[in-house]
C-alpha cells in the first residue's frame, strides 16, 4: 500500500504498537492541552469560526495570528460561513461525494485562509498548513486531517507533499482506509477516552505520539 505515504498509517496500530497507541491516548488525556481541542470548540455554530474555535487551536501547540484572527472575526466572517455552508458539518473524508477537488468549497476555503488577514489581504499570513489544517478541523473534523511536522515525518517522511489531502483521501475510501478506522475505533474505545473523539483525532494522536517518544 502507498496511496503517497512513505509509510503506511495502520503501521502505527499494529503488534506492540496497538498497545502504545491505546497508552497514548490515554496519557494524551490525561496531561496534554490537546485534549480539550474539541471540548473548546464552538460546536453550536458549524458554519462560523468563532472565538472558541481560535481558542480551540491554541491547545495544540498553534496560535492563529491576531490579523488573521481578526480578519476571520470581522471582514471575512461572511466569506468564510458561505464556503462552510457548502461543506456539511459530519461529512467526512471517506464519503464519496465530499468534494476535495480544487474546485470545491474546502479547498477554496483552504487558500482564503492562507491568504486573508486584516488590514491587507495578499501578504504574508503566517498560516501555513499546519496552522490550516488544524483551524479547519475545529470546525469539520471528520473531513479534514491535522497535518504538523510530526506526521509529515511519520507517514511523508518529513517532505510536506503538494497536495496533502490527496494521500488521505485515496487510503480513507479505499478497503486500507476502512480496516484503519476500524482499528482506530477499537483504540478508542480501549483507552475509554470520549467515543466523540473523531476519528481521524484518534489517528492523528496516535502517530503524533509515537514520533513524539521515538523520533523528536
Request: hydrophobic fraction near 40%; avoid cysteine; charge should be negative.
Amino acid at each position: 500500500m502507498s496511496y503517497g505515504f512513505s509509510q503506511d498509517p495502520m503501521w502505527f496500530f499494529e503488534g506492540d504498537r496497538r498497545t502504545e497507541a491505546v497508552g497514548a491516548l490515554e496519557e494524551y488525556f490525561k496531561l496534554y492541552t490537546g485534549s480539550w481541542f474539541e471540548r473548546l470548540a464552538d460546536n453550536s455554530n458549524p458554519n462560523v469560526i468563532t472565538e472558541r474555535d481560535v481558542l480551540a487551536v491554541s491547545t495544540l501547540n498553534v496560535d492563529i495570528p491576531a490579523s488573521t484572527t481578526i480578519w476571520l472575526l470581522n471582514d471575512g466572517a461572511p466569506q468564510v460561513t458561505a464556503l462552510l455552508s457548502l461543506i456539511p458539518a459530519e461529512q467526512a473524508i471517506w464519503d464519496p461525494e465530499a468534494d476535495l477537488t480544487e474546485n470545491g468549497p474546502a479547498w477554496k476555503l483552504w487558500n482564503l485562509l492562507g491568504k486573508k488577514k486584516w488590514p491587507n489581504d495578499g501578504q504574508a499570513t503566517q498560516m501555513g498548513t499546519t496552522k490550516i489544517s488544524k483551524l479547519l478541523a475545529v470546525k469539520r473534523p471528520n473531513l479534514v486531517p491535522v497535518e504538523d511536522k510530526y506526521i509529515r515525518k511519520a507517514v511523508f517522511g518529513g517532505v510536506e507533499p503538494d497536495n496533502y489531502w490527496d494521500p488521505w483521501t485515496l487510503l480513507h475510501r479505499s478497503d486500507d482506509g476502512g480496516a484503519l478506522r476500524s482499528v482506530a475505533e477499537e483504540v478508542r474505545t480501549e483507552s475509554k477516552v470520549p467515543e466523540t473523539l473523531p476519528i481521524l483525532r484518534v489517528i492523528d494522536i496516535a502517530i503524533w505520539h509515537w514520533v513524539e517518544a521515538h523520533q523528536k
